[in-house]
């Protein structure tokens, strides 16, 4: 069994650990903003080792997406690159864990759509492109 390895970002250590203590009846929510979080345990495309990240709760019908944002960094996230190396994730949303496969988005019409779903729960995301020539990536995470 590959060994756990938390986020050197201390808010990320410590909303995986009080969401996955409470079971997901705790720390479902980013911070400040009061909108919902999921958990996104991956692994590293280096070490591979098991990786924990919080994301933005963006539902497709069963899928969800996945925007590696970085808050408009100029670098893409690590688990992008963990993401694109091994597509196995498990996803837990609440309570609710769950096997997932996740792709990564490139038609450009299925992008767009998904693009907006994802700024309508998630405001910020619009900005977020606007500080970055990169592209922000977006995948979709789907029941294995």
Do not use: C, H
Not at 22 to 50: D, F, H, Q, Y
Not at 98 to 124: G, H, I
């Amino acid at each position: 069994m590959p060994e756990y390895i938390p986020s050197p970002v201390e808010w990320v250590r410590n909303q995986v650990e009080l969401y996955e203590r409470s079971g997901g009846t705790e720390g479902t929510t980013l911070r400040e903003t009061g909108l919902p979080v999921i958990i996104v345990t991956n692994t590293g495309n280096k070490t591979g080792a098991i990786r924990k990240t919080p994301l933005m709760r963006v539902k497709d019908g069963d899928s969800y997406v996945l925007v590696g944002s970085q808050g408009g960094a100029p670098k893409n996230p690590v688990w992008v690159y963990n993401l694109r190396t091994n597509p196995a994730v498990e996803l837990r949303d609440g309570t609710e864990v769950r096997p997932m496969r996740v792709r990564e988005v490139t038609d450009e019409t299925e992008r767009a759509r998904l693009w907006e779903l994802s700024v309508a729960a998630f405001p910020p995301y619009a900005d977020y492109q606007t500080r970055t020539t990169r592209r922000i990536p977006v995948f979709v995470a789907e029941p294995a």
